[in-house]
């Protein structure tokens, strides 16, 4: 972990240490994030946005977060809002077919069809959405329940 120097005017420089547990864990998840991110809005500065705000966002309470039952699942959530957040704002963002995605399920049963669609393995898919592996395969079975459903061609 490297401090990261921060100079205020006319005050000494800063220190900034994250913890390396959070490091790691920022690490690991970065680009998966990121490219879910980039399916979602589109454009890479929106997605970086929602991701350095989704993860900026858990370093300002990483220990308790940490200690949470379930701290993946809280990251995601921290990702997920941050990407609606970063949607709301956007104004001339190209459609794409992961909007159109969430338009049509709801969002967890839309997360796990996105990231099925990326071919992320079910067990990589549920480590990063905090799930265990029998919930994520029922979200992306209903997904796919619920597509069939929806697009199929009326009688």
Avoid: K
């Avoid at 959070?22 to 991110?37: D, E």
């Avoid at 589109?42 to 940490?66: K, N």
């Avoid at 069939?148 to 061609?153: F, G, Q, V």
């Amino acid at each position: 972990m490297h401090p990261t120097p921060v100079r205020l005017p006319d005050q000494p420089p800063v220190s900034i240490r994250l913890p390396l547990d959070f490091t790691a864990f920022c690490q690991l998840r970065h680009a998966p994030y990121r490219r879910h991110a980039l399916l979602r809005l589109g454009e890479s500065p929106a997605a970086d946005r929602a991701v350095e705000h989704a993860l900026g966002a858990l370093a300002t309470d990483w220990r308790r977060i940490l200690s949470s039952r379930h701290p993946a699942r809280r990251a995601w959530q921290n990702l997920t809002a941050s990407i609606e957040h970063q949607a709301l704002h956007q104004t001339s963002a190209p459609p794409t077919a992961a909007r159109t995605l969430y338009t049509l399920l709801p969002a967890r049963q839309a997360d796990a069809m996105l990231l099925h669609l990326q071919h992320v393995p079910p067990h990589h898919a549920a480590d990063l959405t905090g799930l265990d592996t029998a919930l994520h395969a029922y979200y992306l079975r209903t997904a796919q329940h619920t597509l069939d459903a929806r697009l199929a061609p009326s009688p």
